[in-house]
Structures are given as structure tokens and as C-alpha cells.
């Protein structure tokens, strides 16, 4: 009686030695202890969301750990997900673990658009946390770009979370990747309107008016391009007209067009210059009088044409 006793105690036992070695780090003893009991490889802690052994590693950022329990199988038959249905990549998302979580990305990136209970998924937790600006961001929109435009319940995208929580390194980058400043939730709210400070929103707002530009530009080339090279064409038939047509006319107009740009955007910095909002700067756009529609100030008045 007394062996029978002992034995379900060392049983018992499994899961906490299991989840202590994961808490510290310890790779020798998790093999150790996988090795000898598989069946607790996974290991839900249901005291804990019913976090398993890869759960655990995630969220503290234990990459060889977490290496080596996907390799011994845990998540062979389906992506592990708590009672919150959080995949080991939102915690690591959540956590800033950044290296963990571009490795989980990787192995798994059929879970990257997957939601939890509060409809976020990774990017949104990653904007939130404000540490997977360097490499995770760029990694789980490079593998899943669709994710980008993806919201949350109260139809709140990556951008929205990252304006309400101030990281403005995770705005940029989100910018840079084509995110709509423009998207509404549905309580009709932009993520301007989100600004954590005054001086956020100002830097927000000079933020997109860069890209814009950066926009109109690109897609001004590319009309001077085709032009260019309809231009080509012709130039059998009139050689000396189209050379002029194709040299001067496009060069005068592009000239034109990129001064009214400097001048709409004048006491800003130049588009690609790094500052900070906290600086002592002239905000472009007043933060008051919302109601009027906040990008409307910003906005270039039209040129004549002159």
C-alpha cells in the first residue's frame, strides 16, 4: 500500500518538477524529465489558464526550451491555446520576447492571424507591448500581410493599439507597411483620435501627411514614367517634338509639383528625418476642434495651376 502510495506522489509530482525546470531555464533537466515521462510533455497547468509546458517558455522567453519541446512534438497534432485562447506565440508577443516570438512565427505561421478571447492577435499584442518593433513586427507581416488590416472586436486594428499605447517606433513601422490612418472602429473612431499625448498626436499626424506625400510622389513618377515611355513610341513619327515633350514639359511640371509639396509642408521635417514628439516643435495641425474632422487642417490647400 505504502508503494502504491509513493509511486502516484512521484506521478503527481511530474508536472510541477516539470513546470520549476521550465522557470528556471534549466534545458538538461527538462530533456531529463521529457525524456522519462513524455506523456507530460504538454502539460497544462489548469490553475494557470491551462498554460502548457511551450505557454510557459513563451511567455518568459526560454527559446531553446521552447526549440526543444517542438521538436519532442508538442504541438504535432494542433497549436496549443489556453483558456483564453492564446497561442504561445501571443504571449511572447505580449511579453516583448521578441527572438521567441519570431522563431514561433516562423515554425508556425498559420496561427499568426489567430485571436483571443478579446478578438487581439499577434501584431496587436506586439504593438501594445511596444518590443517587436526590430524583428517580430516585420515578421509577421512579411508572412502574413493580410494581418495588418485585421481588427478586433470593437474594430480596432494594429494601428489603434499602437497609437492608444504610445509606441510610436511600432506607428511608424505599421505606416511604412501601408496601415489606413484613416480606418474607423465601430465607434467611429480613427487611431489619431487614440493619441496617448498631445505631442503623440502632432507627430502622428506629421507622420502621415510624410507618407502621403511620399505616396503622391511615387505615383507622380510612375504617370512621368509611362509618359516617358509613350513618349518613346512617338518619337518615330516627330522626333524633335517628342524630345522636348519627354525632357522639358514632365521636368517644369515635376518641379511645379514639388515646390506647392515643400510649401504645404513647411516647418516639418524633411520625410525619413527621426525626432521625437517630445521635442519643442510648431505641431502642424491644432489639437483642438476635433469635431471639424482632425486631417483636415493638415491637408495641402490645391494649387492653381499656375
Same mark, same amino acid.
Given at each position: 500500500?505504502?508503494?502504491?502510495?509513493?509511486?502516484?506522489?512521484?506521478?503527481?509530482?511530474?508536472?510541477?518538477?516539470?513546470?520549476?525546470?521550465?522557470?528556471? #531555464?534549466?534545458?538538461?533537466?527538462?530533456?531529463?524529465?521529457?525524456?522519462?515521462?513524455?506523456?507530460?510533455?504538454?502539460?497544462?497547468?489548469?490553475?494557470?489558464?491551462? #498554460?502548457?509546458?511551450?505557454?510557459?517558455?513563451?511567455?518568459?522567453?526560454?527559446?531553446?526550451?521552447?526549440?526543444?519541446?517542438?521538436?519532442?512534438?508538442?504541438?504535432?497534432?494542433?497549436?496549443?491555446?489556453?483558456?483564453?485562447?492564446?497561442?504561445?506565440?501571443?504571449?511572447?508577443?505580449?511579453?516583448?520576447?521578441?527572438?521567441?516570438?519570431?522563431?514561433?512565427?516562423?515554425?508556425?505561421?498559420?496561427?499568426?492571424?489567430?485571436?483571443?478571447?478579446?478578438?487581439?492577435?499577434?501584431?496587436?499584442?506586439?504593438?501594445?507591448?511596444?518590443?517587436?518593433?526590430?524583428?517580430?513586427?516585420?515578421?509577421?507581416?512579411?508572412?502574413?500581410?493580410?494581418?495588418?488590416?485585421?481588427?478586433?472586436?470593437?474594430? #480596432?486594428?494594429?494601428?489603434?493599439?499602437?497609437?492608444?499605447?504610445?509606441?510610436?517606433?511600432?506607428?511608424?513601422?505599421?505606416?511604412?507597411?501601408?496601415?489606413?490612418?484613416?480606418?474607423?472602429?465601430?465607434?467611429?473612431?480613427?487611431?489619431?483620435?487614440?493619441?496617448?499625448?498631445?505631442?503623440?498626436?502632432?507627430?502622428?499626424?506629421?507622420?502621415?501627411?510624410?507618407?502621403?506625400?511620399?505616396?503622391?510622389?511615387?505615383?507622380?513618377?510612375?504617370?512621368?514614367?509611362?509618359?516617358?515611355?509613350?513618349?518613346?513610341?512617338?518619337?518615330?513619327?516627330?522626333?524633335?517634338?517628342?524630345?522636348?515633350?519627354?525632357?522639358?514639359?514632365?521636368?517644369?511640371?515635376?518641379?511645379?509639383?514639388?515646390?506647392?509639396?515643400?510649401?504645404?509642408?513647411?516647418?516639418?521635417?524633411?520625410?525619413?528625418?527621426?525626432?521625437?514628439?517630445?521635442?519643442?516643435?510648431?505641431?502642424?495641425?491644432?489639437?483642438?476642434?476635433?469635431?471639424?474632422?482632425?486631417?483636415?487642417?493638415?491637408?495641402?490647400?490645391?494649387?492653381?495651376?499656375?
Amino acid at each position: 500500500m505504502e508503494l502504491g502510495c509513493s509511486r502516484l506522489v512521484t506521478r503527481l509530482d511530474v508536472p510541477r518538477r516539470l513546470r520549476r525546470a521550465i522557470l528556471l #531555464n534549466d534545458l538538461s533537466l527538462v530533456k531529463r524529465i521529457v525524456k522519462n515521462n513524455p506523456r507530460y510533455l504538454q502539460n497544462p497547468d489548469f490553475e494557470d489558464k491551462s #498554460n502548457t509546458s511551450l505557454h510557459l517558455a513563451a511567455k518568459h522567453g526560454f527559446t531553446k526550451i521552447a526549440e526543444f519541446l517542438i521538436e519532442a512534438g508538442h504541438d504535432d497534432e494542433a497549436i496549443c491555446r489556453n483558456n483564453d485562447l492564446e497561442t504561445p506565440l501571443m504571449l511572447a508577443a505580449t511579453a516583448g520576447k521578441e527572438d521567441l516570438g519570431v522563431m514561433l512565427a516562423k515554425r508556425f505561421p498559420e496561427c499568426i492571424p489567430w485571436q483571443n478571447k478579446m478578438g487581439l492577435d499577434a501584431l496587436m499584442l506586439s504593438c501594445k507591448s511596444g518590443h517587436g518593433t526590430l524583428h517580430l513586427i516585420p515578421t509577421l507581416l512579411n508572412l502574413h500581410p493580410a494581418i495588418l488590416a485585421s481588427a478586433d472586436f470593437d474594430g #480596432n486594428t494594429a494601428l489603434h493599439h499602437a497609437s492608444a499605447a504610445g509606441e510610436l517606433k511600432a506607428l511608424r513601422m505599421l505606416l511604412q507597411y501601408g496601415a489606413n490612418p484613416l480606418a474607423q472602429n465601430v465607434y467611429s473612431w480613427t487611431p489619431v483620435h487614440y493619441s496617448a499625448s498631445a505631442q503623440a498626436e502632432a507627430y502622428f499626424k506629421t507622420l502621415i501627411i510624410e507618407f502621403e506625400k511620399k505616396k503622391a510622389e511615387d505615383a507622380r513618377e510612375k504617370r512621368e514614367r509611362e509618359r516617358q515611355r509613350t513618349g518613346g513610341v512617338r518619337l518615330v513619327t516627330n522626333e524633335d517634338a517628342m524630345a522636348g515633350m519627354s525632357g522639358l514639359a514632365p521636368r517644369a511640371s515635376s518641379d511645379r509639383q514639388r515646390a506647392r509639396d515643400d510649401a504645404a509642408i513647411a516647418g516639418l521635417p524633411a520625410p525619413g528625418m527621426e525626432w521625437s514628439p517630445v521635442e519643442k516643435r510648431r505641431a502642424l495641425t491644432p489639437t483642438e476642434g476635433r469635431g471639424r474632422g482632425w486631417f483636415d487642417a493638415g491637408r495641402p490647400r490645391a494649387g492653381s495651376g499656375d
